[in-house]
Nanobody, 125 residues
Framework: QVQLVESGGGLVQAGGSLRLSCAPS????????MGWFRQAPGKERELVAA????????YCKDSVRGRFTISRDNAKNTLYLQMNSLKPEDTAVYYC??????????????????WGQGTQVTVSS
């Protein structure tokens, strides 16, 4: 299994920016998708953004589109989530995740096989 480790979470003011990083290691897949989920207290875990590692196609949740950008650096083997214009409702634990395949926008966490430990993002108003 691929191992995922997130970093970059923290406390920011509304309107601020934050960049999350995820460093995968371990087994290499010929075709896979990586993404970011978030889970606020008492709420379901939701898919925020995803990227096809091979062709760089992306998916973004409607509520973050235009504010968040998912990207990857192949040379560094690192996944990023650039979060701009942060809002209090973005507050959540953010998880890096991965799944085999090519389909973006698979929203069910149960269909993602690999997870990081999560990093807390808190946006104050």
């Amino acid at each position: 299994q691929v191992q995922l480790v997130e970093s970059g979470g923290g406390l920011v003011q509304a309107g601020g920016s934050l960049r999350l990083s995820c460093a995968p290691s371990g087994r290499t897949f010929s075709s896979y998708v990586m993404g970011w989920f978030r889970q606020a207290p008492g709420k379901e875990r939701e898919l925020v953004a995803a990227i096809n590692w091979r062709d760089n196609s992306t998916y973004c949740k409607d509520s973050v589109r235009g504010r968040f950008t998912i990207s990857r650096d192949n040379a560094k083997n690192t996944l990023y989530l650039q979060m701009n214009s942060l809002k209090p409702e973005d507050t959540a634990v953010y998880y890096c995740a991965a799944r085999a395949g090519t389909i973006l926008g698979v929203t069910s966490p149960h269909q993602w096989g690999y997870w990081g430990q999560g990093t807390q993002v808190t946006v104050s108003s």
